[in-house]
């Protein structure tokens, strides 16, 4: 226990030392209204140069992060069917497969994965 608070006080610390090197080093700007506007020729611009984002593309863009980093949890799994008990890892595995699927089945249910345009 003695090790894990003294690992965790000199991350703590580490980070600070961090936030505080990098807050003195950085660069100080001044926000000006005129410096970050848009420039078209001298003129003010006509519209907007963001373009809107779709978010509906982000959401489906995060879905497929989550599930995709749960899929490469899962795949270590299979190496530990030689060196563990099979029932163990067999229900581990269904239980994890069983957590996504719910997961999968609460973002249909809710619509996040119809692409409408």
Not at 75 to 85: A, D, E, R
Request: charged share 10%; aromatic share 14%.
């Amino acid at each position: 226990m003695l090790m894990i608070s003294l690992m965790g006080s000199i991350i703590l610390i580490i980070a600070l030392i961090t936030m505080s090197l990098a807050s003195i080093l950085s660069k100080k700007t001044f926000m000006d209204r005129e410096k970050n506007s848009p420039f078209e020729c001298g003129f003010d611009p006509i519209n907007s140069s963001r373009l809107p984002f779709s978010l509906q593309f982000f959401l489906i863009a995060v879905i497929f992060l989550i599930f995709d980093v749960e899929i490469a949890l899962l795949l270590p799994m299979i190496t530990i069917y030689k060196m563990s008990n099979l029932n163990f890892v067999l229900i581990t595995s269904f239980f994890f497969i069983i957590i996504l699927l719910l997961g999968l089945y609460h973002e249909w249910n809710q619509g996040a994965l119809n692409w409408k345009t």
